[in-house]
């Protein structure tokens, strides 16, 4: 496992060109079987050329770091090898993944509901549409949407571009039924414009069923505004997803760190709804005439079949450090964005887009040559290819990894994402002084 | 690891009562963190209590058995822990997906292509009915399915109890426009149903789009014809999924054992029809902008974001064993399956319900006492409870476990699938004592 950890020595990446790593790794895959020697050196070239996502440099996605209770609790699942349908072949996980659910829904301030481990977040959010759509109309699992009228969902211009896309594309709801919503500077959902654009459904013909908001958005790291929407969702009678109201999609893979994956649909739903949804009552896993207790064969609840064992990483991990341990991660990552943003704002050439409101940190670096010129006109022009060139060098030379993106009409920006609790205030200095040192002759 | 494989000598299940087991495992997650000791005593705590799936006497379910290989290739992939979403978090990893979707291809007997890992083998028959879908009615994806006339899915009734119903269900087609073709006595489509069945949609007004071919049924292993059901979708322009003509659902993590989760969908489309239909242009992961090339950025083919990478585990096994490995296995299982069948037949009580095709052996049990008893009226009452009752007993005990299930109007029987190739000779006529033993007094 050493190879794996060895920071600082390790680099964050040893980035190869595709057709030259390619070659190195020689991936062909043959007729006969390899030696030990020969696999030995595969599973290292494996790891050396892979990115390390749990370097104390890696600020590169939504997951980082690693916590090695919750890699235990990995490797055990990997071990074990199990299906999440039935206690009859899960007997440990079927009843920790309730107690789990549980504890994610008491936090949520739940004290009943439902929930299930999904692959992944789309996935997760793809169960709360879906079952926001049977709600209103549980025909739709049998006759299909023909005989529903046109749906309205709902979701803010900040995450109307993936996930919820999607869902409604691969759903059959289409993308044009998805009304974007207008956000405020920070980013938040605006709930005035929701109810506009509530009315502005209704006026086309379609039926408002489902609004998607959002705690902590990918790019700027907002919080929709879950109370006032919450109101609207209630009065209007809509399903309301991330919320105090209908579901909540939680990823204990992000700031959570159990690797992934690790993704949870949290319902507060009593009346059995996920199993009315997609039980399919297969008699080869679900026999009725089962020597114990067949509610504990949660497994039609899903839209899988075989699933995946995700719960154990996240219980382990629970039971190493305890909610507190979990608490005081999360503060870290917050004093670490804190102190990164003053240091940000002592130094030239950083300039924050906005104050983060969570652990997203998007900035520009403006490289000497640039600054005092914002009104050049070529200004924008040049500024937007500072980011991919310093991302270029960084990743060349494998001294860290950091995202870049354009957003609504702003040129590419930096965006540092802290969640990993093995960072340091260091860590932090080195970063701002390797974006200098990368971006200083540009 | 020692826990896990000390055969004979382990169980395959140590069965408790779910109140029992929840009391022994405290599950309950609290404010503070334990000390490591309490750890350790819980990581061997479930392992102890979890079914031993890789047991040379577990024939539950459609896995069984571990490579060991394929479990390295499980552990550095937990390890690494990385998305498979873009070259530059996995660069790996996109270049070894692709080299191992060809591979499957190229087995499948297709020269080009395209593919992605699933979640699952349901997920991954979702992705071939939404495709199939698209390619049909390219305006689904924006307007969603009011802009189509009513659909209509075709599959063997073998297979219309649960993932193409679960599929028609969450994309909105609805279950009761799954047309269910008539089968033969081994459970094989019958291809002239199958044209009337698809005439019958018509006359409802329905399009017919999908047909869903199976190779290997869940409970007898059969196998669908899929020639002619392939001349049948030629002709009349449908999409075929699990066949010579436009995608295929392949679970390596059941028969080739790579361990849960490994299911690919590959399909013989070359016009990008993947990107097309799922793609929804996140700009924060897929910028346009990199310094290499960006089709290597693969994460919009499919509908997650996040996507746990599920390709090394088979990769590093294929790489251990070669193709010829490989194929030796599905041979000796095969020949397993012959010994176990004549086995069978030498002995008083065994009754077959068919010959297998594959590596499911669905038979009945017949105890002493029933024996002869054929004609009396409460026979197929008293032998439908004799399944369950080996199975309780069997489990309580934790000698092996396999499954049983009522079927087209057969009462229950046990469905024996012999898949790990650690599986011996002497395994099987274990089996077949055990059930004599456990059944007897029956």
Redesign the interface.
């Known amino acids: ?1 050493g190879f ?1 950890f060895t920071y600082p020595h390790c680099q964050v ?1 040893d ?4 057709e030259d ?2 070659a190195l ?1 020689d ?8 030696s030990q020697h ?2 030995l050196k ?2 290292q070239d ?2 050396k ?3 390390k ?2 370097h104390p440099r890696f600020f ?2 939504l ?1 980082a770091g ?1 916590d090695y ?1 919750a ?2 609790g ?3 699942t ?6 999440q349908y039935t ?7 079927v ?2 993944e309730e ?2 659910l549980s ?1 994610l829904r008491s936090l949520v301030g739940w004290t009943h509901g439902d929930g299930i481990f999904c ?5 997760s959010n ?1 169960y709360a549409m ?1 079952l926001a ?1 049977f709600r209103a109309f549980p025909e ?8 529903l009228p ?2 309205a969902v709902f979701a803010s211009q900040e995450v109307c ?3 919820v ?2 869902a ?10 998805v009304f974007k919503v207008n956000v405020d500077d920070r980013g938040c959902m605006n709930p005035e414009d929701l109810c506009e654009k509530i009315e502005l459904a209704k006026s086309q013909g379609a039926v408002p069923f489902f609004v998607h908001a959002t705690s902590g958005t ?2 700027k790291g907002a919080f929709d505004p879950l109370e006032s929407i919450a109101d609207i969702c209630e009065r209007l009678g809509l399903w309301m997803h991330v919320d105090v109201t209908d579901s909540v999609t939680w990823n204990p ?1 992000k700031m959570m760190l159990t ?3 690790c993704s949870a649909i949290l319902l507060k739903d009593t009346t059995d709804l996920l199993k009315h ?2 039980c ?5 896993l679900f ?1 009725q ?5 067949k509610s ?1 064969d949660t497994g039609d609840k899903s ?7 995700d719960c ?1 990483k996240l ?2 991990m ?8 979990l608490e005081g991660r999360v503060d870290r990552a917050f004093a670490h964005v804190r102190y990164l943003v003053e240091e940000m704002k002592r130094r030239e050439g950083f300039q924050l887009i906005w104050e983060p409101e969570f652990v997203n940190v998007c900035f520009w670096f403006i490289p000497p040559s640039l600054r005092g010129d914002e009104n050049s006109p070529d200004y924008q022009d040049r500024l ?2 500072v980011a ?1 060139t310093i ?2 060098r960084m ?1 060349k030379q494998g001294t860290m ?1 950091v ?5 609504g009409g702003r040129v ?1 920006f930096f ?1 540092m994402i802290v969640i990993s609790p093995q960072v340091s205030h260091e860590d932090m200095t080195f970063f701002l002084d390797e974006i200098e040192r990368l971006g200083k002759d540009l």
């Open positions: 496992m794996f990446c980035w190869r060109e595709p790593l390619a790794l991936l062909e895959l043959r007729e006969n079987g390899e020969q696999l595969r599973v494996v790891a050329y892979s990115v996502t749990n590169n996605q997951f690693v209770h890699l235990a990995r490797f055990l990997e071990a074990l090898n199990t299906s206690y009859e072949v899960a007997p440990v996980f009843l920790m107690e789990v504890k692959p992944g977040g789309t996935v793809m879906n759509r739709v699992k049998v006759k299909g949407q023909w005989a046109r749906l571009h993936y996930s896309m999607k409604a594309a691969f759903q059959g709801i289409g993308t044009e039924n990918t790019v893979h690797g992934l994956q949804c997609h399919a009552d297969a008699t080869y026999q005439d089962k020597f114990y207790d504990l839209i899988q079949c075989g699933r995946k064992v154990l219980w382990l629970w039971k190493a450090v305890g909610s507190k341990g937007s290819k991919p991302k270029e990743m990894m995202g870049y993106q354009p957003h590419n965006r």
